[in-house]
């Protein structure tokens, strides 16, 4: 099928249920008779969820004038919306009772706007609300991209582990290092992994989000082209501290 080019370039995460499901029992859970801000409002999926969750206003946030454009002829014969053509970070919503952020992407190419949006929100609630990296440690360098199967409740009954057993180089650890929240939003993204019993190794990190304890077993973004973040260390058989600053890993 051919769609409007904003569409097209987002149907992998249209497509992606589990995400949207994560986002739609989380946001119309919270969102009833308040005045919500959409974050980087894309074709708008999540102020419809909103909208349908019967949210008083939504205020649609984008940067990009394209899609503005396209939020306002969307949204024109509806008062509850409010298209801001401004960056997130430079409006300031005072009424604003309930924010939600779309995971714009793989956060090591964006340098981390979910650490910015944090600060930002401070203490209004956001969905999400918590965010994870994960570390997935294999033993010896390895240049391939790994592919990720995601368990889906819609997998025939021991699909998913059958197929888990099938893999054909496994992590020797999976290992959760770094949490954020809004409560330290504002301190250095940093972890500490230890390698001792590796002489080399690779590393690849990947993420997730939560509403509390509710994580989003979506399919989030784990195939765009350069995720996950890949580490080698080639000389390891010691503890590493890692630190995120000016958009580079930095090994110590």
């Not at 995971?103 to 209004?124: A, M, P, R, Y």
């Not at 057993?165 to 992590?171: F, V, Y």
């Not at 001792?196 to 990190?205: D, P, Q, R, S």
């Not at 973040?229 to 590493?240: N, V, Y």
């Amino acid at each position: 099928m051919f769609f409007d080019k904003l569409i097209q370039d987002h149907l992998p995460f249209i497509n992606d249920s589990q995400r949207i499901n994560f986002y739609k029992e989380n946001i119309q859970a919270q969102c009833n008779n308040k005045i919500c801000v959409d974050v980087g409002a894309g074709t708008g999926i999540l102020t419809d969820l909103a909208l349908d969750g019967n949210a008083k206003k939504v205020y649609c946030v984008e940067i990009k004038k394209r899609v503005c454009q396209f939020l306002r002829e969307k949204y024109k014969n509806n008062n509850k919306v409010e298209v801001v053509e401004a960056n997130f970070l430079d409006v300031h919503f005072e009424d604003a009772e309930l924010y939600f952020l779309e995971q714009t992407g793989f956060q090591f190419n964006n340098n981390f706007l979910l650490k910015q949006f944090f600060q930002k929100i401070k203490t209004v609630p956001s969905i999400p609300n918590r965010y994870t990296l994960r570390a997935y440690i294999f033993d010896g360098i390895i240049n391939d991209k790994p592919h990720f199967l995601v368990d889906n409740k819609s997998f025939p009954k021991n699909y998913f582990a059958h197929c888990m057993k099938q893999q054909t180089i496994k992590p020797t650890e999976v290992i959760d290092v770094y949490e954020l929240t809004a409560q330290n939003a504002a301190e250095p993204l940093r972890f500490k992994i230890d390698l001792t019993g590796y002489k080399e190794c690779t590393i690849f990190l990947d993420d997730d989000i939560f509403q509390d304890k509710d994580k989003s077993n979506g399919n989030l973004y784990i195939d765009w082209p350069d995720k996950p973040f890949t580490i080698h260390i080639k000389k390891a058989m010691r503890s590493f501290s890692f630190k995120w600053a000016n958009g580079a890993m930095q090994i110590e």
